[in-house]
């Protein structure tokens, strides 16, 4: 059966009169929710006590997003072998959202207290915005939902990655009008064109919710005229199905014509459709002379104390009988077969699972290892990486044009498995698409350029989190490959930003990896994707840096960090030498050479970091290294001197939560004021062989001679480190 008639079968398989009633009992359910504490199907008359008195939550964007849900229902279980999908841009919509899954069973199917009964509608309505449970707002703790409403315009690109390689999914993007204002949105119209001609994908249908405010204004795209609409659109490569109208049937239409001329993403852009509907359609005109539509009271509950206002009660009373709930829903409160026919029903279903990594440690060493031997340099290494992942676990690479520049090259063409597009956000949102329904993903950035996508991932980062507590099976990580480090880049290059957010965060799923050399960042990119759950960064230079002993490649991949003692490694050091990084790596390791020329009788210790985290607090961060082997490794007496790639106020950060940041000097990256060439930066930054040997000296002058140390008995005689993290 051809797509055109897939989509006509099963249009027709629902009369516009049940979806309507649909549409009626989503409206309903979302105002109810706002508004009544009681007598939720207003089988008695409506008394002042039956209202919350203060009520939260949004409706302005909730009639707009119920009207294509209710058109949608046909084809969420009428299109024979398709997967269906539905991405909300707007976060607002959650009473939306939460009336659709009652709607559809899929509540009762991760929790019993909200089943098909007049219990179950009571919690519903009364309990909203169940903030123990649910929350007001679209988040993964609802079934269904791959996606964090209102993360700031990535739900189009997010859609799009949700459907690369899936030939058999159908991906509903809801887009706000004021949305496509978002940098995000703008750019994935265009972005989609390259997508295609790239494998075989599944289809994605944008549709705008033309409701005509943002939040506090008018939107840009609701002023456009149709004429002028429909002509931008299509200068982005889309044919536009706009409704002049609000009424279920045209809408309905409006869907089937831009489903029918859908084209999967390998063909590039296709239809959309924008929905004319006012924001907060069903709300009253006014109230006490007050004008409520077409104004940004819609945006959340237009009518404010109605429990208290007599004209607001009588406004609400007359607004709720509006939509005729006895038409509905049954006398035992559950919708009417009508509604089921228009909706469906939800399965109970399982989110993605990916099969759990094995032997992540053993692989990544042995890549390592294979790196060395061959002794390429990295832009051939991390090529080769990319593609031994891509062939085991499907791996999808994004880069912002820029795979070319950071020196990871596959021939003459790219292969199709990776997308160059001049946006960071659009290859983050691409990714996470990918990733949030079980598809392993990387993004090669500059480090400079990744900061852009800070919110972006702050934002998902939050998504995960609450992936955990829905008991959600863990995802595929989030891997940066951040390269073309601003240490031999131009001024306008040079920020490690998102090093410090993702630190700030203090999620526990971070990682920073900060590896020594090529054959290190291979490990590390290997570890990284492999690995589920988490967000890395793998913070690397693309140009040429020394290589280092690997015997401790194990220990850094599994415990964040090593001791190299083919540089020092002393049980009683006066100085502790901790480098993060392969250019702080290759500094600080000529520099402990100077210090032991300039003073042979002074006792070092060499650690190397692997694993940022590994420095905070176990009891913020799982990974870090235990208390007890911190003392032991890092002396409360002894001072270090750190040298590492990002800011150094990130790892006064992490020793901070360990109450230590006081016992560390840290020489880290510093904007100059104006350009200047890779060694003045390093001077700048104190980074140099000789800042860096004479702070080392300094702190060594610093200390009392070491015979009364130990007369003091300031040191212990050993040390002894224990495995502190998981593989």
């Given at each position: ?320 009988a509006g939509y005729r709930p006895h038409e509905l829903f049954t006398a035992r409160g559950s919708p009417t077969s009508a509604i089921v026919r228009a909706l469906g029903t939800s399965p109970a279903t399982s989110p993605p699972q990916t099969a759990p990594p094995r032997n992540c440690l053993a692989a990544s060493a042995s890549v390592a290892n294979s790196v060395r031997n061959r002794g390429v340099e990295f832009g051939s290494a991390m090529a080769q990486v990319l593609k031994d992942l891509h062939e085991a676990y499907g791996l999808r690479v994004f880069s912002p044009d820029e795979l070319s520049s950071n020196h990871i090259r596959f021939g003459d063409e790219i292969p199709d498995w990776i997308v160059e597009v001049l946006n960071e956000e659009l290859c983050h949102a691409w990714a996470q698409g990918y990733q949030e329904t079980g598809r392993r993903a990387l993004v090669v950035s500059y480090e400079a350029f990744a900061p852009i996508v800070a919110s972006l991932l702050a934002q998902h980062l939050i ?265």
């Amino acid at each position: 059966m051809t797509w055109s008639r897939k989509v006509l079968t099963a249009h027709e398989s629902v009369n516009s009169g049940d979806v309507d009633r649909a549409r009626r009992a989503l409206d309903y359910l979302c105002l109810a929710q706002l508004y009544l504490r009681d007598n939720v199907l207003l089988n008695r008359a409506l008394y002042p006590s039956d209202i919350v008195e203060s009520p939260t939550g949004h409706w302005g964007t909730c009639p707009p997003v119920n009207a294509v849900l209710s058109a949608l229902g046909p084809y969420r279980h009428h299109l024979d072998g398709i997967d269906v999908q539905v991405v909300h841009g707007g976060g607002h919509a959650g009473p939306s959202a939460l009336s659709h899954a009652w709607l559809t069973g899929s509540l009762a199917h991760v929790t019993d207290d909200l089943d098909h009964n007049p219990a179950g509608l009571q919690r519903l309505i009364a309990g909203f915005p169940h903030h123990d449970r649910f929350g007001g707002e679209i988040t993964p703790l609802l079934p269904g939902h791959c996606y964090m409403g209102g993360q700031l315009g990535a739900a189009l690109p997010t859609a799009h990655g949700m459907a690369l390689d899936m030939p058999n999914r159908l991906v509903i993007a809801l887009i706000g009008d004021g949305e496509c204002e978002t940098g995000a949105t703008a750019a994935a119209w265009l972005g989609a064109h390259a997508l295609a001609q790239r494998s075989e994908h599944g289809r994605v249908l944008p549709v705008i919710l033309l409701n005509g405010l943002r939040m506090g204004g008018s939107s840009l795209l609701a002023g456009l005229t149709l004429p002028d609409l429909r002509q931008f659109l299509a200068g982005l490569g889309y044919q536009a199905i706009v409704t002049r109208e609000s009424d279920t049937a045209a809408i309905r239409e409006a869907v089937r014509e831009g489903l029918a001329g859908l084209k999967p993403l390998q063909h590039g852009p296709s239809t959309v459709v924008a929905v004319t509907i006012p924001k907060g359609h069903g709300a009253p005109e006014s109230v006490g002379g007050r004008r409520i539509m077409g104004t940004p009271l819609v945006h959340k509950t237009p009518l404010i104390r109605p429990s208290q206002d007599k004209e607001e009660f009588g406004a609400l009373a007359d607004w709720l009988a509006g939509y005729r709930p006895h038409e509905l829903f049954t006398a035992r409160g559950s919708p009417t077969s009508a509604i089921v026919r228009a909706l469906g029903t939800s399965p109970a279903t399982s989110p993605p699972q990916t099969a759990p990594p094995r032997n992540c440690l053993a692989a990544s060493a042995s890549v390592a290892n294979s790196v060395r031997n061959r002794g390429v340099e990295f832009g051939s290494a991390m090529a080769q990486v990319l593609k031994d992942l891509h062939e085991a676990y499907g791996l999808r690479v994004f880069s912002p044009d820029e795979l070319s520049s950071n020196h990871i090259r596959f021939g003459d063409e790219i292969p199709d498995w990776i997308v160059e597009v001049l946006n960071e956000e659009l290859c983050h949102a691409w990714a996470q698409g990918y990733q949030e329904t079980g598809r392993r993903a990387l993004v090669v950035s500059y480090e400079a350029f990744a900061p852009i996508v800070a919110s972006l991932l702050a934002q998902h980062l939050i998504y995960r989190r609450l992936t955990t507590t829905a008991g959600r099976p863990p995802m595929p990580s989030i891997v940066y490959l951040l390269t073309s480090l601003g240490w031999q880049n131009t001024i306008s290059h040079a920020n490690p930003g998102l090093i410090d957010m993702a630190l700030a965060t203090r999620d526990p799923s971070v990682h920073v990896y900060t590896p020594a050399d090529t054959a290190r960042t291979a490990a590390a990119v290997t570890f990284a994707v492999r690995k589920l759950g988490r967000c890395s960064l793998v913070v690397s230079s693309k140009h040429p840096m020394p290589a280092h002993p690997l015997d401790t490649i194990e220990s850094e991949l599994r415990d964040g960090y090593a001791i190299w003692p083919h540089i020092a490694d002393d049980d009683q050091p006066d100085l502790i030498l901790l480098s993060a990084g392969d250019l702080p790596a290759r500094q600080l390791t000529s520099a402990a050479a100077a210090v032991k020329t300039a003073r042979p009788e002074t006792s070092l210790r060499y650690i190397h970091v692997h694993d940022l985290v590994c420095l905070g607090a176990p009891s913020i961060r799982p990974d870090a290294i235990s208390d007890a082997t911190f003392t032991a490794l890092m002396p409360p007496d002894v001072p270090v001197l750190a040298a590492v790639p990002c800011h150094a106020t990130a790892v006064h950060a992490l020793f901070g939560e360990r109450g230590m940041a006081n016992r560390l000097t840290v020489r880290g990256w510093r904007t100059p004021s104006r350009p200047l060439p890779p060694d003045r930066l390093l001077e700048h930054a104190e980074l140099d062989i000789t800042s860096l040997t004479t702070t080392a000296l300094s702190l060594l002058d610093q200390r009392p001679p070491r015979d009364r140390r130990r007369a003091t008995g300031d040191h212990s005689t050993t040390h002894s480190f224990g495995v502190s993290r998981g593989i």
